[in-house]
């Protein structure tokens, strides 16, 4: 039962991080600058977790968001496993709490998922012809949005109440030269 | 690293499923997801934060519903009586019985499901008419729902038989209309849609004739024992197809998304006496529950939508209308037993029909828009826009022929079950003239942030007597 409680934390922790982010985009952001607070998190968690505790980590947050968005569910657990997918091997061998390749790959991260979830939405339902797709024009603004809040506050929102027994206090390297 | 297999198979279910939907196993989905919508109510402190700065304006909102409302109904009165037929020779001995549409059927776009205001007299084979303008004939009475189902025109199965008619009123030919042709598919914009023309009683067509009005004469009673009632109502121009010999009519109604109100015709002696009470508006049904948004926003910036602490639970169905006060703010997107969501004005690809009132043409009736197509909100005024395809376009008037837009005042129109017509939508600049088929792009002007504000919102319950119906996929 222990082995449920931090999963129960994030998905309190990220379910209020989406709605912040909600309130945040729904008009009060000036030209789409939305970060997605649920890639910040879950980079930060990624960069000192195993990659099975990573996948397990971005289902927990794509269903938090699904619990308040209009987003097909299965397109987001797709897109958050993607990025845990990609980023487990990559915090393997780089220190991912590097602020610049965190911040690099939070903007990938975040920038894709803002231009996947249109695509999927308009290959589930087509808009009527002639009517072009939108959010088309906001993987930028997510991308810098993200990248920005990833440097600010990536360590601060895997630091949160709960959190602790997901991610492990030493990176790869500290590991590995204990290790040897 | 290695991925398991399991993993990657995973991966790949999830992505047919994001792509290609399937309705069991995203019902399956939604009741896995059920206690996450739980978990969500929790956020509700961040919902009210939107909604303390401007807590003074629900009771500005709630007053004016009742404005709103009266302006609503007058409107969608003046909007039956724009779809009566007026010329004296096609009122003449005939029963008029207006009718609401309600949506389409299931079996296809081509039939219509109508609420009439008064089912006496009305069986099996009468017409549908809006205005002077055939359109179809009764195919079912259900007077247990209190509907009736009205095959269109422009169904396989349908025919109708016809006259060209000359400007002078004398008759070209003789041929039998029924069934769509199309053309091809334009760079932008839907297909243009034709009502086929078969059987012609002279093949030998001069240059003039086309252009010239086709209108309804059936000669055989015993395939339409009605046919003398629709009698000299129109169904469109005489047109050339793609070839010699292939002809078409184009019609004079949007057949697709321009029908919302209509007139069936039954035996009878006059207009006047036998025109029923029109219906109650949709706003005074006791169809309508409260609900509460626990949420502010949705997380994906393209996306405008609300989380709703009503469900199936509570009769709500997709599609349904969500108001606050007497304005429109969305329609259900999806629906599990205790929850909903509802997709707002500036949600992409949210579809809805509307009538438009015209500023300064006071003694024009409103006119149908036909369907709007949500495009998301304008990035600098945070205005929804809407695509409208201006099918009948709206025309400059003598006096004001220089002005490039007209100020009109939109509500809804009937024609989607869920969504029933005169709510309030907004104002909204229309551009004059025809598109040549792309639309135009419109804005609601005062709708910036209907929900701000809001502590209720009221969702249109599936109406008992329809339950069941559901549109065409």
């Known amino acids: 039962m222990r082995r449920f409680v931090p999963y129960l934390c994030l998905a309190l922790w990220s379910t209020w991080l989406f709605a912040l982010q909600g309130w945040w985009a729904a008009g009060r952001a000036p030209g789409g600058l939305v970060p997605d607070l649920g890639v910040v998190l879950l980079l930060g968690i990624a960069a000192r977790t195993d990659g099975a505790r990573a996948r397990?980590?971005?289902?927990?947050?794509?269903?938090?968001?699904?619990?308040?968005?209009?987003?097909?569910?299965?397109?987001?657990?797709?897109?958050?496993?993607?990025?845990?997918?990609?980023?487990?091997?990559?915090?393997?061998?780089?220190?991912l709490d590097r602020p610049w390749l965190r911040a690099l790959l939070a903007a990938l991260g975040g920038g894709a998922i803002a231009l996947w979830l249109p695509f999927a939405a308009d290959l589930?339902?087509?808009?009527?012809?002639?009517?072009?797709?939108?959010?088309?024009?906001?993987?930028?603004?997510?991308?810098?949005?993200?990248?920005?809040?990833?440097?600010?506050?990536?360590?601060?929102?895997r630091a949160l109440p709960g959190l602790g027994p997901l991610w492990r206090e030493e990176g790869s390297w500290e590991l590995a030269a204990r290790g040897r | 690293m290695r991925v398991r297999p399991l993993v990657l198979l995973a991966l790949l279910c999830l992505g047919l499923l994001a792509l290609r939907p399937d309705a069991r196993l995203e019902g399956a989905l939604e009741r896995v997801l059920g206690p996450s919508r739980y978990l969500a109510q929790v956020t509700w402190p961040i919902a009210r934060l939107g909604r303390v700065e401007l807590r003074a304006s629900e009771a500005a909102v709630v007053a004016s519903a009742t404005g709103s409302?009266?302006?609503?109904?007058?409107?969608?009165?003046?909007?039956?009586?724009?779809?009566?037929?007026?010329?004296?020779?096609?009122?003449?001995?005939?029963?008029?019985?207006?009718?609401?549409?309600?949506?389409?059927?299931?079996?296809?776009?081509?039939?219509?499901?109508?609420?009439?205001?008064?089912?006496?007299?009305?069986?099996?084979?009468?017409?549908?008419?809006?205005?002077?303008?055939?359109?179809?004939?009764?195919?079912?009475?259900?007077?247990?729902?209190g509907i009736v189902r009205v095959d269109l025109v422009t169904g396989r199965e349908s025919h109708v038989g016809a006259r060209v008619l000359a400007l002078d009123g004398a008759e070209l030919a003789r041929l039998v209309v029924g069934g769509v042709a199309t053309g091809g598919r334009p760079a932008r914009g839907e297909p243009v849609t034709w009502l086929a023309a078969h059987h012609p009683s002279r093949t030998d067509v001069d240059d003039a004739w086309f252009g010239a009005r086709v209108v309804v004469d059936e000669l055989l009673p015993e395939l339409d024992p009605f046919g003398k009632l629709a009698a000299g109502y129109g169904l469109g121009a005489f047109a050339r197809g793609a070839s010699d010999g292939d002809w078409r009519v184009e019609p004079i109604v949007d057949f697709l998304h321009g029908l919302s109100s209509l007139v069936l015709l039954a035996p009878g002696t006059t207009r006047a006496p036998a025109l029923p009470d029109a219906p109650p508006?949709?706003?005074?049904?006791?169809?309508?529950?409260?609900?509460?948004?626990?949420?502010?926003?949705?997380?994906?910036?393209?996306?405008?939508?609300?989380?709703?602490?009503?469900?199936?639970?509570?009769?709500?169905?997709?599609?349904?209308?969500?108001?606050?006060?007497?304005?429109?703010?969305?329609?259900?997107?999806?629906?599990?037993?205790s929850?909903?969501?509802?997709?707002?004005?500036?949600?992409?690809?949210?579809?809805?029909?509307?009538?438009?009132?015209?500023?300064?043409?006071p003694t024009e009736p409103p006119r149908l828009l036909g369907r709007l197509v949500a495009l998301g909100s304008?990035?600098?005024?945070?205005?929804?826009?809407?695509?409208?395809?201006?099918?009948?376009?709206?025309?400059?008037?003598?006096?004001?022929?220089?002005?490039?837009?007209?100020?009109?005042?939109?509500?809804?129109?009937?024609?989607?079950?869920?969504?029933?017509?005169?709510?309030?939508?907004?104002?909204?600049?229309?551009?004059?003239?025809?598109?040549?088929?792309?639309?135009?792009?419109?804005?609601?002007?005062?709708?910036?942030d209907a929900l701000r504000g809001a502590e209720r919102l009221f969702v249109r319950q599936v109406d008992p007597r329809l339950a069941g119906l559901e549109g065409p996929p």
């Not at chain 2, 626990?294 to 910036?301: E, L, M, Q």
């Open chain 1, 56 to 95: 397990r980590v971005a289902l927990v947050i794509a269903l938090s968001r699904a619990a308040l968005s209009a987003d097909n569910p299965a397109a987001l657990v797709l897109a958050y496993l993607a990025v845990a997918l990609i980023a487990a091997p990559i915090a393997a061998t780089l220190d």
């Open chain 1, 124 to 157: 589930r339902a087509p808009l009527p012809a002639g009517v072009e797709p939108s959010g088309g024009s906001l993987g930028w603004p997510v991308a810098l949005a993200t990248a920005v809040v990833a440097l600010a506050l990536s360590k601060a929102l």
């Open chain 2, 69 to 145: 409302r009266a302006a609503s109904a007058a409107l969608l009165e003046r909007w039956y009586a724009a779809a009566l037929p007026r010329a004296p020779d096609l009122v003449e001995g005939r029963r008029l019985v207006p009718g609401e549409v309600l949506g389409r059927s299931a079996g296809g776009r081509d039939q219509l499901l109508v609420r009439p205001w008064s089912l006496e007299g009305l069986s099996v084979g009468l017409p549908a008419v809006v205005r002077e303008a055939y359109i179809g004939r009764i195919a079912e009475v259900d007077t247990v729902r």
């Open chain 2, 281 to 337: 508006h949709p706003l005074e049904e006791p169809l309508w529950v409260a609900a509460r948004g626990f949420t502010a926003g949705d997380p994906s910036p393209w996306r405008a939508s609300v989380k709703l602490d009503r469900g199936l639970d509570s009769g709500l169905r997709v599609g349904a209308a969500v108001v606050r006060g007497a304005r429109l703010v969305g329609r259900l997107g999806a629906v599990s037993a």
């Open chain 2, 339 to 361: 929850g909903s969501t509802v997709r707002l004005l500036a949600d992409p690809g949210l579809e809805l029909s509307a009538l438009a009132e015209l500023e300064g043409r």
């Open chain 2, 378 to 448: 304008d990035p600098q005024s945070g205005r929804p826009r809407f695509l409208w395809r201006d099918v009948l376009a709206i025309e400059h008037t003598q006096a004001a022929t220089d002005s490039a837009s007209v100020r009109a005042r939109l509500t809804t129109a009937a024609g989607d079950l869920g969504l029933p017509a005169g709510l309030y939508l907004g104002v909204a600049m229309l551009p004059l003239g025809s598109s040549g088929g792309a639309g135009h792009v419109i804005e609601l002007e005062d709708a910036e």
